[in-house]
């Protein structure tokens, strides 16, 4: 299940494109500033958008448009603990969502509603994967901003199967050692196999503790290399959740670092499986097509495209513009396609996609 498309945001997503689209999204944080500063700002935002209203649109229109708006604006709550507000009015729509990040001011009208910071504000709670290694069992747990909880898994309780006596070790195995390193084999191959079910529902960082040589050990066999972060060497067999998040912290510290290399992890992954579409034309194309896993977008990459003949076609937009098949920008639309249709989108910080033409779509198996 998609978990960015919450019932307020589903609800913007598919609202119908009716002209004009009105989205406000704005700093406002009332325990931060006083309620005056606020209503002001709020007033002079609803007159630049009155006055551009007016100046395109006919009267009955921008008569209900603004109308609406000024009664959101009216209504709003100043109780809220939350750092930003987003305000969205059509002639057939109208929606308010408070936002838990901090916001640049931005006001847009269009076709269609204004969804990046949507997505910015369902990014904040970090979440994880820890995978536990040591010789006597193993654990996955789930960890984000708030919890640490292990997951149930049909994992084996132990690296070293029960020991039968001597002289049957020593007629099958040159050595006890022999027969240590067989079993961490299976073991390992047998943990490797759970831990891709569990990829796949969870689609996470992965990180994964323990000693240097069992941990050597799961990075030469596992298929599952472009989910992990980072290993982290230490015996924590005995350690308890709180030591467990503790040793943890310093890696998710840095929570934008250890996003952005997972989600180049999984590009390169998707790449040699052939499932990666880059660059807007082809990104396009295979959204349109219901084929998107996951969007990753540059934060400030925005294109400017008019339509072909076939829905999945689109043009880099070239002055003059044909009002007809102008594509304000196409980036917003195969967001708002993606989300709809069960996928996630991620941004990443400028240049980290120079070698996908700035923007990249993982699709479906």
Same mark, same amino acid.
């Given at each position: 299940m998609n978990e960015l498309l919450t019932p307020d945001i589903r609800e913007v997503t598919t609202a119908v494109h009716y002209r004009p689209a009105v989205s406000i999204i704005i700093p406002f944080d009332p325990k931060m500033g006083s309620k005056n500063e606020l209503e002001h700002s709020l007033k002079i935002i609803t007159q630049r958008v009155e006055q551009e209203l007016r100046n395109n649109y006919p009267d009955e229109i921008y008569t209900m448009v603004i109308q609406k708006l000024r009664a959101l604006v009216k209504t709003l709550n100043y109780n809220t603990h939350k750092k930003s507000v987003a305000i969205y009015v059509s002639p057939v729509f109208e929606k308010v969502l408070y936002l838990d990040i901090p916001v640049e001011e931005k006001v847009i009208i269009d076709e269609s509603f204004e969804i990046r910071d949507l997505v910015f504000s369902k990014k904040q709670l970090h979440k994880y994967l820890v995978l536990l290694l040591s010789g006597n069992e193993s654990r996955i747990y789930l960890g984000n901003t708030d919890s640490f909880v292990k997951i149930a898994s049909n994992t084996p309780a132990a690296i070293y199967a029960p020991a039968k006596d001597t002289s049957e070790r020593v007629a099958n195995f040159s050595s006890p050692s022999e027969h240590k390193e067989i079993e961490m084999e299976k073991f390992l191959h047998h943990i490797d196999s759970v831990l891709g079910s569990i990829l796949n529902a969870y689609r996470l960082p992965l990180f994964v503790l323990g000693t240097?040589?069992?941990?050597?050990?799961?990075?030469?066999?596992?298929?599952?290399?472009?989910? *992990?972060?980072?290993?982290?060497?230490?015996?924590?067999?005995?350690? $308890?959740?709180?030591?467990?998040?503790?040793?943890?912290?310093?890696?998710? /510290? +840095?929570?934008?670092?250890? %996003?952005?290399?997972?989600?180049?992890?999984?590009?390169?992954?998707?790449?040699?499986? %052939?499932?990666? !579409? $880059?660059?807007?034309?082809? *990104?396009?194309?295979?959204?349109?097509?219901?084929?998107?896993?996951?969007?990753?977008?540059?934060?400030?990459?925005?294109? !400017? !495209?008019?339509?072909? $003949?076939?829905?999945?076609?689109?043009? #880099?937009?070239?002055?003059?513009?044909?009002?007809? $098949?102008?594509? %304000?920008? !196409?980036?917003? +639309?195969?967001?708002? #396609?993606?989300?709809? /249709?069960?996928?996630?989108?991620?941004? *990443?910080?400028?240049?980290?996609? %120079? /070698?996908?033409?700035?923007?990249?779509?993982?699709?479906?198996?």
């Open positions: 240097k040589r069992v941990t050597g050990h799961f990075n030469s066999i596992t298929k599952h290399k472009a989910a *992990v972060v980072d290993y982290i060497n230490g015996n924590y067999e005995e350690a $308890s959740l709180p030591m467990l998040r503790e040793v943890l912290l310093p890696h998710v /510290n +840095d929570w934008n670092t250890v %996003k952005q290399k997972n989600i180049l992890q999984q590009l390169e992954e998707a790449t040699s499986e %052939k499932r990666l !579409a $880059s660059g807007m034309k082809d *990104v396009w194309r295979e959204a349109m097509n219901r084929k998107g896993c996951l969007l990753v977008v540059e934060k400030d990459f925005m294109y !400017a !495209a008019e339509h072909g $003949s076939n829905e999945d076609v689109i043009y #880099k937009a070239e002055e003059p513009y044909n009002k007809f $098949s102008y594509i %304000k920008d !196409a980036v917003d +639309d195969v967001m708002e #396609k993606v989300l709809e /249709n069960g996928g996630d989108v991620e941004f *990443v910080d400028r240049g980290l996609l %120079k /070698n996908y033409q700035r923007i990249a779509l993982i699709q479906y198996y």
